[in-house]
């Protein structure tokens, strides 16, 4: 058996690794920053590996022109980051609803680094972004991952830049789905929030020589707690429902 690596060869494989690689660094799951980087490079590299064969016909490469593989590499990124922003924006429903749970609570102002975003964010939400990142290997969601990524090379074909008003339609839709599941996630907090301080107004009223803020905020704290404890269950059940049909969704291939 003998291999060529010709030049197209070898600009086939960079076109097909720069939409891998932009769409692995920013999925869930695989591409978690708190995976190290070389492992993420040696999973993309592996990955276009894999897809090469499968999708090589798609690229049609004149080397004469070097002007138009250029274009075809910035729209390979492009696509890619469109994609893997899609699936991004997905997982920050979790940290929208960590958010919202832990001001409900009263812990808004207890941050910390989150691994997940690089930067910090509530304690609340943390725990919840580093149990999604848990659920979607437990779940073998990454698999859907993966056949996201082989599946853009058949919906959105290389060299064929889809409009940036579809792209940016797509992008605003998955933002307000995410946004939505993350204020559901937080819906028991949110109505707990509102019962509890309306409770203590009308004590602050009938008694105004006790002093609230010490007797409310470690009650706030405690319920909050139990509250997680009982539907965290259900809230990460819902969670891995939207997450999966959106990356059903990017899976399917629409010819």
């Known amino acids: 058996m003998t291999f060529s690596f010709t030049p197209e060869f070898a600009v086939v494989f960079v076109l097909m690794f720069a939409r891998v690689g932009t769409m692995m660094t920013l999925m869930p799951g695989l591409g978690e920053r708190a995976m190290p980087m070389r492992v993420r490079l040696g999973v993309a590299v592996l990955l276009t590996m894999i897809l090469f064969p499968l999708h090589r016909p798609l690229y049609a490469v004149d080397l004469a022109r070097p002007a138009g593989i250029v274009l075809v590499l910035f729209q390979e990124l492009a696509v890619g980051f469109t994609l893997g922003m899609a699936g991004r924006i997905a997982v920050s429903a979790l940290q929208t609803a960590g958010v919202v749970i832990a001001n409900a609570m009263g812990l808004g102002f207890a941050m910390q ?8 964010g509530a304690v609340i939400g943390t725990f919840l972004s580093l149990l999604g990142v848990a659920i979607v290997f437990a779940t073998d969601l990454h698999h859907l991952v ?3 990524i082989s599946s ?11 409009g940036s008003g579809d792209a940016a339609l797509f992008l605003v839709g998955v933002m307000s789905k995410a946004f939505m599941v993350g204020i559901q996630l937080s819906a028991p907090f949110l109505v707990f929030s509102l019962v ?19 007797v ?3 009650i706030s704290i405690g319920v909050g707690f139990l509250i ?6 259900v809230m990460m059940v819902h969670y891995t429902g939207h997450l999966e049909s ?4 990017l899976a399917v291939n629409r010819r």
């Open 196 to 214: 509890f301080n309306v409770g203590l107004g009308v004590l602050s009223k009938l008694m105004p020589q006790m002093q609230v803020f010490f």
């Open 113 to 120: 680094v989150d691994p997940t975003q690089g930067q910090q």
């Open 152 to 162: 853009s090379f058949s919906v959105l074909r290389p060299g064929v830049l889809p």
């Open 228 to 233: 997680l404890l009982m539907v965290v269950g």
């Open 216 to 218: 409310g905020m470690p």
């Open 146 to 148: 993966i056949a996201a």
């Open 246 to 249: 959106l990356l059903s969704e």
